[in-house]
């Protein structure tokens, strides 16, 4: 079983920068796939980046890409989403989520492949 558990959410200005944090635990490793996802109460989950396990290759959703970068350290227990030239927009609980099965295409971040999931760190630009 794997388990995600997120930090460095917080309160940051517009224009400012937050870096999250997740950490990857459990006995079972393998994932095809982990990624940050976002979502305000009452709206759905928005994928925000996501990069494969195979081959590194990352990708993130047209309204961060420029903004965001997602990493891995090498040890590969921690996942990082640094986030730059923030907006009120990307206001929203962020969670990590690892997809431990299929994935029909990388890039488009779909919420439903992805089954597990951490508790989520909160994220809120205002100035």
């Known amino acids: 079983q794997l388990n995600l558990m997120e930090s460095g959410g917080g309160l940051v200005q517009p224009g400012g920068s937050l870096r999250l944090a997740c950490r990857i635990s459990g006995s079972t490793m393998d994932y095809a796939a982990i990624g940050w996802f976002r979502h305000t109460p009452g709206k759905a989950y928005e994928g925000v980046s996501c990069?494969?396990?195979?081959?590194?290759?990352?990708y993130y959703a047209d309204s961060v890409k420029g903004r965001f970068t997602i990493s891995r350290d090498s040890s590969k227990n921690m996942l990082f989403l640094q986030m730059n030239s923030l907006k009120p927009e990307d206001t929203a609980t962020y969670c990590c989520?690892?997809?431990?099965?299929?994935?029909?295409?990388?890039?488009?971040?779909?919420?439903?492949?992805?089954?597990?999931w951490g508790q989520g760190t909160q994220v809120t630009v205002s100035p």
């Open positions: 989520a690892a997809a431990t099965g299929r994935v029909s295409d990388y890039a488009l971040i779909i919420t439903s492949e992805y089954d597990v």
């Open positions: 990069v494969v396990s195979e081959d590194g290759s990352t």
